[in-house]
């Protein structure tokens, strides 16, 4: 009887749990939104609170990323759209191309949808929280400050000076190092000179990394403003960047009106200068949101392709061999007279740019491009509910079989004479929140991947590390390695 009473219970208990417990949050979205015409996409949406983030968590950190989509997709059909429940709110994932496209380019039913920490960290001025209208101007602004001719031409220079001298130090270290951390010096070195005109060897620019590590952290954390918590301290590290940035652009202020004094050309200069058709200038706080912005996106993106662009090269002899031999025969072709690489040679590398789309199709460094409904709209037959959010999913599309055939095969020549179809390739987002600074992350990588091949070669401690995707792709031993100098 004792048996059979325990036995009950468990049973009953179980019942309770994963019968009731487990299926709440379908039940009450469900009902909630389930009689307004379209029916919701089918789909999983977790515990109570905490949703479907055990599984995402566990998957992303420990497991199979594309085991999330594939599961699914096996349950619910390979319908390319499912209902969710992620980072504290329902949600919707799409994984079609068709799909990801209407998403991304449908600003009148769609805005940026970041978790509020994202937010707020951003700051008030930032293109993520500013209006539609005003996102147009800034950005009609801005984008020849980072992705024009001449600004990408002028970065050349210092991009390729931190090259040569970080492989260098790399060598004379004579043994492994974390590649992941030096690249992040690197690349700091080369943001903050460019943003606001520091030399390599300042002070504000070991104190900026250090804050901005915090800053990065606290971007997708528990939204709770207290000492301990990462966005607490995320939040003490952006009001002290704050303060570095605005007494730099009060001294180019100072500077400006000292006569004769004139600084270099660096982003900040070109943001203080810029005005509208109006005569509109940016302010303070638009420059200052504006930058820490850049900073945020564009350093984790050239630091993380440069790195896996450096390990897919190394574990691909093949791929190695045919890029090398096409930066060799760059510097051939060039006049006896000239150093250092010019713009237009960069854009000869053919197949070294195959080489970083398929990184960036492989890596997928961001696993998502978050979106929120600002009203009802129906898509494929399905209702999406204003408020909730939508995540394009990057992984889902570049990642099915279906688009790219053996998609884990890392092979560039998938990219010969291919233009992928609207959606299909979205590793720097779509429409008009495109990453404005994309051509100049990959100009970062492709210098300095251009020196990498023609003279050294990765000696990895543990070839075979496992992976971890959150909270961005990377080695666990953020690629353990020597860097030896070939002859």
Known sequence: MDLLWITGVLVGGYVIVFGIVRNFNNWYYGFKEGNKGNPLPPGDMGWPIIGNMPTFLKTYIYGD???????????????????THLFWSPAIVVSAPETCKQILTDDEHFILGYPKTSKTLGGRRSLHSITRAEHKRVRRLVTPVLNGHEALSSYIVHVENNAINSLEEWVSMNRPIDILAELRTVVFKFITHTFIGADDNDAIVR???ILF????????????????????RALQSRKRLVKILQAVLDKKRADANVKGKTGGKDMMDSLMALEDEDGRKLGDED????????????????VLGTLWGMIFL???????????????????????????????????????????????????MVFANF????????????FIPKGWKVFAWSRGVHMDPEIYSDPLEFNPERWDNVRPRPGASIPFGLGSRYC?????????????????????????VNPKCPVTYLTV?????????????VA
């Open 287 to 302: 420059i200052i949101d504006l930058l820490l912005l850049f900073l945020l996106a564009g350093h984790e993106s050239s």
């Open 371 to 382: 979106r929120e409904a600002i009203a009802d709209v129906n898509i494929n037959g399905y």
């Open 65 to 83: 990323p594309n085991s999330f989509i594939a599961n699914l997709s096996s349950r619910y059909g390979k319908i390319g759209i499912y209902k």
């Open 213 to 232: 590590t915090d800053l990065h952290a606290g971007l997708i954390s528990l939204n709770i403003n207290l000492p301990g918590f990462a966005f607490h």
């Open 207 to 209: 104190e900026m990394e």
């Open 473 to 485: 792709p990377r080695p666990t031993d953020n690629c353990l390695a020597r860097v030896i100098k």
């Open 314 to 364: 190394t574990d691909h002899s093949r791929v190695f061999q045919k890029a090398k031999e096409e930066q060799e025969m760059i510097i051939k072709n060039r006049p006896p007279d000239q150093k250092g690489l010019t713009f237009k040679e960069i854009k000869q590398m053919g197949y070294l740019a195959k080489v970083i789309d398929e990184m960036l199709r492989q890596t997928n």
């Open 436 to 460: 404005p600074g994309s051509d100049l992350a990959k100009l970062e990588i492709s210098i300095f991947l251009h020196y990498f091949l023609l003279n050294y070669r990765l000696e990895r």
